[in-house]
């Protein structure tokens, strides 16, 4: 079986606020982008890989990966930048999709969630235990109820499905407004009636959206920040 991976990178990284797109910033020498394809495939199960970009910055994010990866136009959310991926991907029978925000998830994670789709699972996602208290707040901010931390989980990349799990999800999705779906793609398997599975996710894993994250990310590696 073939498997392809969908990097969605074509955000333009506001909360970073690196005045480029978030994905060609660089962490420790190289850019985020390269850090998530590498990542992929250095778990030997990912056979290819599709970068989503943005429109403006196609040329440089081709030049910042492995001549092997295709580079496609991105679109206005990232449930569209998937869905361009997706439309350049035709022989895979597992499809991953992986933010480009997330370059420091361990391969391992990526086998794993690999592994489960080909148990026979439709959809996969990792996930880990939340670690903060929950409260849910009204719009002026205060508390009107606990939230059961039990059973709750947050949801990391990369995402994996039998490709015709995947297709269909975001064919149901198309034309549906921005704000009415789901933003990631399990979301939108469940929206299709599809089971949903999780693996445990990894800290690594942590999508990289403000400077703090950043840093961290730095810290990880062992570089100096700036
Ligand atoms: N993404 C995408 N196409 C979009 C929007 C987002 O491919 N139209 C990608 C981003 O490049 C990123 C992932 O989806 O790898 C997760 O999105 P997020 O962390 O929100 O990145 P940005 O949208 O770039 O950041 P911000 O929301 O701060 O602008
Ligand atoms: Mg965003």
Sequence with gaps: GHVAAIVPAAGSGERLGAGRPKALVTIAGEVMVARAVEGLLASGVVDDVVVVAPVDHVDEMRAAVRRSVRVVVGGDDRVASVALGLAVVDD?????????ARCLCPPDVVRAV????REGHGAVIPASPVADTVRRVDPTGRVVGPVDRTGLLAVQTPQGFAADVLRRAHAAAEGSSAAARATDDAGLVEEIGGEVVTVP???RGFKITTPLDLAMA??????RPG
């Design 114 to 117: 690999v592994a489960a789709v």
């Design 201 to 203: 996710g990894d800290p």
């Design 218 to 223: 730095e810290a990880l590696l062992g570089a």
């Design 92 to 100: 895979a029978d597992v499809v991953l999709v992986h933010d480009a």
